[in-house]
């Protein structure tokens, strides 16, 4: 059972991701990771938004560019479970747009939004929403912040 999810707009999105996937996995939170477009394969980002929680996911991290729907429609299907949304760098406009559209969400439908490119950020920020009630991932968050004083 994976505890984030992490979505991608587009495979080309993997490349700015792969720090979040390492930060989850030096902190040993389960993972799952899928390409959905919430443009190009709608339904799909439905059906797995509306089933998300059942599965035991407990916070989704979305990272889309240019027109960044993604983390707002996963939000909108999925109310109870928090959803990170992470700008990737792309188009004219080097992520602005992207960043814009997931921080630009209306009142009731909130998506965290990270920096552009954002992805460790994003896992720290999943990280410390499950480390309220996981003594372990808790733990080894405090660990990794301890230790950035030593890089």
Known sequence: MAAVAIILG??????????CLRTLEALGIPYESQVISAHRTPEKA???????RERGVEVIIAAAGMAAALPGVLASYAPTTPVIGVP???GD????????AIAQMPPGVPVACMAVNGARNAALFAAQIIALRDEDVR???????????NR
Not at 46 to 52: I, N, V
Not at 93 to 100: E, P, T
Not at 139 to 149: F, P, S, V
């Open 139 to 149: 733990q080894a968050l405090e660990n990794y912040r301890r230790d950035l004083g």
């Open 46 to 52: 439905r059906q797995f938004a509306l089933s998300a």
């Open 88 to 90: 990737i760098a792309s």
């Open 93 to 100: 406009m080097s992520g602005l747009d992207s960043l814009l």
């Open 10 to 19: 587009s495979k080309s999105d993997a490349t700015a991701m792969e720090d």
